[in-house]
Nanobody, 113 residues
Framework: QVQFVESGGGSVQPGESLKVSCVAS????????MNWHRQGPGKERELVAS???????YYIDSVKGRFLISRDNTKNTVYLQMNNLQPEDTARYYC???????WGQGTQVTVSS
């Protein structure tokens, strides 16, 4: 079955960086768009970044220039490099591919001084 396993979260201070990873399984990874979503405390889950099968990328305005999404189809893995993290980036981060219902457990990112 389709599975997503996120890792790499942690607690950092404002201005620091983190790279989160997600290993997907159960479908032909290279043929599908992969997204990173996040859900902050008291907020709805939101799309943060997306990378297509042709490697085209999309970012929400609040992370443009700070976050970088990438994928390695040989490892069925999608990454999110997060630089200059700010307290408002505090959230649980999830990867997902649109046609599938499954979601992983996510990985927690906390930014505070």
């Amino acid at each position: 079955q389709v599975q997503f396993v996120e890792s790499g979260g942690g607690s950092v201070q404002p201005g620091e960086s983190l790279k989160v990873s997600c290993v997907a399984s159960g479908f032909p990874f290279g043929s599908y768009t992969m997204n990173w979503h996040r859900q902050g405390p008291g907020k709805e889950r939101e799309l943060v970044a997306s990378i297509g099968q042709n490697y085209a990328t999309y970012y929400i305005d609040s992370v443009k220039g700070r976050f970088l999404i990438s994928r390695d189809n040989t490892k069925n893995t999608v990454y999110l490099q997060m630089n200059n993290l700010q307290p408002e980036d505090t959230a649980r981060y999830y990867c997902h591919s649109p046609p599938f219902a499954a979601w992983g457990q996510g990985t927690q990112v906390t930014v505070s001084s």
